[in-house]
């Protein structure tokens, strides 16, 4: 059975869905001020693992994704720019999606944005302000009051009955820290600062904070309880202890069962963000020559939390280890005839599926997961190497890989396909030329392939080609 680790009650115990086989997951999305970086695509990529192993064991995912194009950030970017906002966020609206799909990130069932939900917001504002839980502080703008919430700081692990009455004071920012536990704003009055963006509503003119927007946006979508809600562990406080206080505060009901949160990027020990200056986009990383599948598989082959140093090598050794497995998948599309070691080879299939959900039924131990997959390369490259490996067999071995590669998303399977026609010609005119003994020739044509990403091998079975990643 499938265990996860909560973040609210910090223990890892069993997942068990409100409703039958369906899961509502909510993943809070990006600000769309500028080009994400790869410590934001862990994130997402932590997401996408899990919700394609709910998909594997069978669960049904409803997956909502918040997109904030409208905070502090993308005010003052499309400021700076001397362009709207909505023509602002758009820009790294569609960069993001574009990333996602580079990354071979399933898409979520919906993307809702705020600007999009304003009279939500306002809805939930007002009724908290009618339970008595908000208020409108001097500046018309309109505050929670985290002592009227009893579990505030249960997520974060904050004792506020430990922090003096009244000195606490109301933060307006978007973003702030756990030493800075304040009344935080729901919907903020109109600031100069704001130029043109603003609504005018029944809360007044002004625009929503951040933390509203994903109580209105996921209660929307997935209803006012639903199973899990993800985002890195910077969100924790203020934002997802915000969001606990504002649903549950507005609907008196248990907003998420489950809580899971993903550890850092680091980069040379330190977090790597925008403001520390140390980041690289995946559009960098993708411009160095790497391939996006070799991030993915950096990203995903730590568990999610634990914390993980980027460096370029861990790229190189990503790259290397997605090669072994389509290098394995390419040789056993080439086995031809029988054997007598299918029994064996049946084993061994059902051996590597048992380790692999095993290690990914506990908390997503993906280490242990890929240790599983791996010896099953080694087991299948003695078989390939000692001709003790059949059609059948190799068959479903490919099989077995497809299944593993619904949760991973990194494995080619295209090797088993034929090579485009113009391509294949290039390969047959090589070889003639080769048995004319035109060796200059048929190596400029060997160079033409490999920068086609195609590289070929000679062995004693003839010329076999290769994609490279
Ligand atoms: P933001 O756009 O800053 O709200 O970040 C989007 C997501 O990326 C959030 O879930 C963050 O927690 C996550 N995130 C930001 N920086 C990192 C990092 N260095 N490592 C892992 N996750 C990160
Ligand atoms: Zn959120």
Redesign the pocket.
Known sequence: MLQLHNTLTRKTGPFKPLKGKKVGLYS?G??TYNY??I??Y??YVFVDLLKRYLLYRGYMVKHIMNITDVDDKTIKGSMEEGVSLSEFTAKYEKAFFDDLKALNILPANKYPKATEHIREMVAITKALMKKGLAYKGEDGSIYYNIRKFKDYGRLANIDITKLKAGASGRVKKDEYTKDDVQDFALWKAYDKADGNVFWETSAGKGRPGWHIECSAMSIKNLGKTFDIHC?????IFPHHQNEIAQSEGWTGKKFVNYWLH?????VNGQ???KSLGNFFTLRDVLAKGFPAVAIRYLLLSTHYRQQLNFTFEGIDAAKASVERLNELIRKLGGVKGSSKSSVLIKKEISAASTAFEKAMDDDLNISEALAAVFEFVRQMNYHLDNSTIDKISAAAAINFLKKVDSVLGVMSFEAEEKLPKELMRLVEQREKLREEKKFAEADKIRAQLREKGIQLDDTAEGVKWKKIV
């Open positions: 809070c990006p600000t994400p970086h410590g934001n862990r994130a985002g890195g562990v910077d969100l993903n550890e850092w990027l680091l977090k790597m963000s």
